[in-house]
């Protein structure tokens, strides 16, 4: 059965601190590994990543994809309050459906 | 401007009625998608689409029916065969080919009362 595990599902730091978050997967036909931002409503897409080792950088954040070892991590550098949100990691499968993790809540204190 | 739009923000109904969700996009995207969120779960798929006029089941498509008549439009029904339907439902639509980012709704909270 396919499925998405995050962790930790949730983690408190202090503004400032650098935090990682890990997403494992097992799915067939795997095309793409994404991450997300959910805030309040609706996820906000972060990041794609399609090919192992390569990292992708966005400001403070930055993803890498592991594809022989099944797994991604989402590194937050310097962290903000504003950074405090549900990060959603999810798979994108051949048949262009995507699996989602249950998620992992960072709250970043003043 | 290019978008996802979903209605109504927040629906009400009484236990036993049926309810449909709307979900417009105007990306020319052929993949949409409906998920459902509860606490704890992240999001779980209920139905896809990858092109008009076909819908797949997801995991968990038991008490909801879609349709696809259009491009543009993938409108989720909650029947009342749906035993715990109060959630959040996004709705999310994607290009087909190597660019899959998924682009959201901003979803709709329903309860049943």
């Known amino acids: 059965e396919d499925k998405v595990v995050q962790s930790p599902l949730s983690l408190v730091v202090h503004e400032g601190d650098t935090v990682t978050l890990n997403c494992s997967y097992e799915?067939?036909?795997?095309?793409?590994l994404l991450w997300y931002k959910q805030e309040k409503k609706a996820p906000t897409f972060l990041f794609m990543l399609?090919?192992?080792?390569i990292e992708k950088k966005s400001g403070r954040l930055s993803s890498i994809l592991d594809k022989k070892e099944l797994f991604s991590i989402l590194n937050i550098t310097a962290t903000q309050t504003g950074d405090s949100a549900v990060y959603l990691c999810?798979?994108?499968?051949?048949?262009?459906?995507?699996?989602f993790g249950a998620g992992t809540r960072l709250t970043v204190k003043p | 401007d290019g978008g996802i739009t979903q209605s109504p923000k927040y629906l009400f109904r009484k236990e036993g009625q049926n309810v449909t969700l709307s979900c417009e996009q105007n990306?020319?995207?052929?993949?949409m998608y409906w998920y459902r969120q509860d606490p704890g779960q992240g999001l779980r798929l209920i139905y896809y689409s990858q092109i008009v006029n076909d819908f797949q089941k997801g995991d968990i498509a038991e008490g909801y029916s879609v349709s696809r008549e259009k491009k543009e439009s993938f409108p989720l029904t909650v029947t009342s065969a749906q035993k715990n339907p109060t959630a959040f439902y996004l709705c999310?639509?994607?290009?087909?080919?190597?660019?899959?980012?998924?682009?959201f709704g901003q979803g709709t909270r329903l309860t049943v009362v």
């Open positions: 799915v067939t036909n795997f095309r793409s």
């Open positions: 999810a798979v994108e499968r051949g048949n262009n459906d995507m699996r």
């Open positions: 999310a639509s994607s290009a087909q080919g190597v660019i899959t980012e998924a682009f």
């Open positions: 399609t090919s192992s080792g």
């Open positions: 990306l020319n995207h052929d993949a």
